[in-house]
């Protein structure tokens, strides 16, 4: 029984016992003021029981001493002589619950106050006449109330040394976690130079035309930075240590990262992506962009891994809410699916569906719970839904905030037509793929408010082109092989035909049908309602322009040399003049000596650390009248360092392995737009 049970029983015997205590006084004509004093010390307890206004300590002081008073007063009369001892073991019984030696000495002291000022016999009372009997009688009582009195006492000490002993076991257990955690954070961080090197020496030996064996080290690299990351994340989330970060981003650049990471996915196994963005979405929000490509990474990580036929349907949409809107994101997939167990445990840390060494399932098993810590941290909850054998579908939802209002897809007021969606339903081995593809396009037309009619042959086809005047249609690449000089003949017409095929698909030389890389997706959808036959860039990477930062002058600082030959490799492809320092001591002189546009940082270096370099870079630029800027470039990269960097007087940060995107967005925000050609500013 928890500590505010234990209150509520002992208040429940108090209010019995002085009810019994009312209806004695009445019985036996004792004083009338006391059942109303009595009365209000019943209330009392009770108030003090539910508001909770005093701390916990306080509360069992004003329940002892009304026990006391009810005590004492029961006991002060002489027909109570017999009955005190009764009363005493009672209240010492029920009390004892508050594991408080005090109150039991308390007790006992009143027992022997009442039991002498019978034995004084003091005037105007019932005199006592003790003889044998009652002396007996008297003897025995006094050896019961001490009886429980030792009792409850060592009762007492045993749960208290009884709680300190778990007390320091839950202690301990909680070091030896936060011990392994700060292992296991120290660990990755550690891991990143290196990995930072394969990546960067993997692309270089790409760059020299090293051929498969250099991509093939490349993506090993890659996944190891994920799983060192996996480990990061999960630390973080275990400790409750993560911190959100806020960036603008456009939806669609969210979703079609979603696409990308599928399409260089490792699909053995043949399954289908289907992708249902609402255009109605707001075209740019504001939140933790870095954690919202973690969640979708690992949705759809863990959606692939656990499906064998079939394949995932990722839903995105937003709600209207006072503070900008809710985003809403769905994984379902038509895999194996899982356990209410197994959903239960995935709140409470690591979980793998299958833990045998010849486990078929790869992954280390963190990925729902980082789900779970970063949308609870970003003010989020996750939702999972699954069956055995079925399938299992996780929305995640989060609160982001609304920078640009607009639609992130729309189609141009000059459109005027109506779409065909030409999917044999019959081809779908799993039914369920049938129901998303249908659920895609409906919601698509609907965002869009544009007509759009399915079609499951090509005699429908025929007839719904000629009835509605139809001006695109779509379709899959079954649909399409299965009658190409049709659908040929069509796109000779004024009707635009577009086809989502596989990688590596043909079209015959001279064709006039479009094609689309699967999956099919709302961004090039609209991209061809929008443009026609003359749209180009499917894959959604138009806004992606790279930027060029010519003749930049750049002073990279880090003590380990492979990291100096990896930047220095990245950063000439943006034509940057790059200069390299292996120390603090070594940046601090050359940018004495020398003019830079941008430096970049390393933290963990001997003697001197990159935060003092950097303060001490930035003293020299006051005293040189130049203007400094310097970016934290380094793989100290746990929740909240950026903010950590920035706060120390950094311009930027860039974690290792060095990310692209981060880069690009980094350096275009800090250097003064006459140095960028190119990109898009963040």
Known sequence: MNQKNNEKFIAFITTIAGLGLIVENFLMGWE?????????????????????????????????????LMVFYHGIHKSSLFDIALTVCLVMTTYSLFDRIYMMNILLAEYFAILFNHLINIPGGQQVVFDRQNVSRLLLHVAIVLFIYFTCTRSINDRVDEAEEMKIRDERVKANDASMEDFLSNIS???????????????????????????????????????VEDIQDYT???????????????????????????????????????????????AMLRGDIKKLHKIFRHLLD??????????????MYSEPADYGVNLCIEMTDTGKGMSR???????????????????????????????????HRMGGFVKIESENGVGTTVRVTIPQKVVDPKPCLALTDSFDGCILFHVRPDKYKVPRLRDFHRSMAANLATGIKVPLYPAETVYEVERLKTKLNASHVFMGQEEYE?????????????????????????????????????????????????????????????????????????????????NLVVATSLFNDYEMIIDTAGSG???????????YDIVFMD?????????????????????????????????????????????????GFIAKPINIADFERVVQRVLPEANVRGGNRA
């Open 32 to 68: 009338y003021w006391v059942p109303v004093t009595t009365l209000i010390g019943v209330v009392m307890i009770w108030i003090v029981n539910t508001t909770d206004r005093l701390d916990r300590d306080m509360r069992q002081v004003f329940y002892i001493t009304v026990a006391a």
């Open 189 to 227: 961080h550690e891991f990143r130079t290196p990995i930072n090197v394969i990546s960067g020496m993997s692309d270089l030996l790409i760059k020299k035309g090293a051929g498969s064996e250099a991509a093939a080290i490349k993506k090993a690299g890659i996944r190891l930075a994920y799983q």
């Open 236 to 282: 973080e989330c275990k400790r409750q240590k993560v911190f959100p970060e806020e960036d603008n981003y456009m939806c669609t650049s969210l979703i079609n990262d979603v696409v990308t990471g599928f399409r260089q996915s490792d699909n053995a196994r043949d399954l289908e992506l289907v992708v249902d963005l609402n255009p109605q979405t707001p």
């Open 302 to 315: 863990n959606a692939i891994k656990f499906t064998r036929v079939g394949g995932v349907y990722v839903k």
């Open 341 to 375: 167990q197994a959903i239960h445990a995935i709140k409470e840390g690591m979980y793998q569906a299958n833990r045998k060494r010849n486990r078929s399932s790869g992954g280390i098993g963190l990925g729902l719970f980082i789900v779970h810590g970063f949308a």
């Open 482 to 562: 299965e009658n190409k000089g049709y659908f040929e003949e069509l796109a000779k017409e004024d009707i635009v035909v577009a086809v989502s095929a596989n990688q590596g698909f043909k079209l015959p030389e001279g064709s006039r049908v479009m094609l689309l890389p699967k999956p099919l997706y709302a961004y090039p959808i609209i991209k061809i309602l929008n443009e026609g036959r003359s749209a180009t860039d499917m894959d959604g990477n138009e806004s992606a322009e790279r930027p060029v930062f010519k003749d930049v002058k750049a002073l990279i600082v880090d003590d380990e040399p492979m």
């Open 585 to 595: 001591k070594e940046a601090i002189q050359k940018y004495r000596d020398n003019d």
């Open 603 to 651: 933290h963990m270096m001997p003697e001197m650390d990159g935060v003092e370099a950097m303060k001490k870079i930035k003293a020299v630029a006051v005293d040189t009248h130049k203007e400094a800027v310097v970016v934290a470039l380094t793989a100290n990269a746990v929740s909240g360092a950026r903010e950590m960097f920035i706060n120390e007087g950094f311009d």
